[in-house]
């Protein structure tokens, strides 16, 4: 078995502006395990609000990365390369994702299948609304015409209202709210009171992740649910965070593979928390991958890959807006067409 490994510049179709940053491109890093014929693929999107880049994971990567000598089971080596990826939660999925693609193949069995995991009916995907300027809301409204839920960015100091009101002139479609940390308790509580009569589902982490203790003020008082995301890493949060929201959003990103996603589905069911599967922006290895898990949660935001205009596999695809796992063996993958010098 070879590790080899890229970065790939995914870029926008529009300004991605959430309440901390906005980003034209990303760059992610393409992990692979090539064994024979078996290509193995997993994706890195890493995030800088966990302390996680591109340079951070290359220099890892350029370290190399070790194989262990017995390749012939894919516990075995998921256990020996753990320890050398130092804690950098988006390269523990990038090789999660190709181990798990690579162990399929070579079992002739899709990963869902592998794991056990539910595919009957997927649930409905949102299609992301990022902040931006007022005059392109309609233009984002018309291409996410195929999706029946939107996910809309707030957190801003002032243009909050403004921009719910003009999507609220272009289409009545459930909306789901993500301030990413952007919200100031004095206002929230009367911005939840205003959104409810607005047709949103729910509202997502509105406060920074150290003010548990006014989440959960604000929890007991909103007539819409709160779900974590900055606030639920991994397993290991939820017993912390259960009493301050109503539900969590999972992403391999930040917990760090396959194994650990179902684990948060596990435990969140245990505290009787709703459970959102979500995504970075990614191309369609990363969503593919956490795709699998979609059959066990109650609300999916997995849309990075449709965000993109230079995705560069064929995956999970979107029918009338609910989610289709391809079939193939391992994750069932295909190289786009248009893509260049990638495996």
């Given amino acids: ?51 996680e880049s591109t340079e951070r994971i290359l220099s890892v990567l350029k370290q190399k990365v070790k194989l262990p000598d017995d390749c012939s089971n894919r516990d075995i080596i998921w256990n020996y390369i753990l320890p050398q990826l130092k804690g950098i939660n988006a390269l523990e999925a990038a090789f999660s994702m190709a181990l798990w693609d690579w162990w399929g193949q070579k ?69 789901r709210i993500d301030a990413n940390e952007g919200w100031e308790p004095e206002t929230a509580l009367e911005l939840t009171k205003w959104l409810a009569d ?16 006014k989440t959960a003020a604000l929890k007991a008082k909103s007539p819409l649910d709160i779900y974590a995301d900055e606030n639920s890493i991994n397993s290991a949060d939820i017993p912390q965070i259960a009493h301050a929201f109503d ?22 069911r245990f505290y009787d928390m709703k459970i959102m599967l979500g995504c970075m922006v990614e191309s369609s290895v990363g969503i593919t991958a956490a795709a699998q898990l979609a059959g066990e949660v109650d609300k999916v935001d997995l849309d990075g890959n449709l965000l993109i205009n230079n995705d560069p596999y064929l995956g999970v695809k979107v029918e009338e807006g609910r989610l289709v796992l391809p079939n193939g063996n391992g994750l069932g993958l295909k190289l786009n067409s248009n893509s260049e010098n990638l495996l």
Avoid at 14 to 40: C, N, P, Q, V
Avoid at 198 to 212: M, R, W, Y
């Fill in 107 to 175: 079992c002739e069995k899709p990963v869902f299948n592998l794991m056990d995991f539910k595919t009957e009916k997927l649930p409905l995907t949102s299609f992301t609304i990022a902040i931006g300027e007022l005059d392109e809301i309609g233009q984002k409204i018309d291409e996410a015409d195929p999706y029946p839920i939107l996910k809309v960015k707030l957190g801003t100091p002032t243009m909050d209202r403004d921009i719910m009101t003009e999507i609220r002139r272009h289409t009545d479609k459930v909306i």
């Fill in 247 to 268: 539900g969590i959003n999972i992403k391999l990103m930040k917990c760090g593979s396959l194994e650990e996603g179902k684990r948060m589905i596990n435990l969140a």
């Fill in 198 to 213: 607005q047709n949103v589902e729910f509202v997502e982490q509105p406060f920074p992740a150290d003010q548990l203790d």
């Fill in 1 to 51: 078995m070879e590790l080899i490994f890229t970065t790939y510049r995914i870029h926008l179709n529009h300004t991605f502006g959430i309440a901390r940053s906005a980003h034209d491109w990303y760059d992610i890093i393409l992990i692979y395990l090539k064994d024979g014929e078996i290509m193995g693929r997993g994706e890195a999107a890493p995030s800088l609000r966990y302390n």
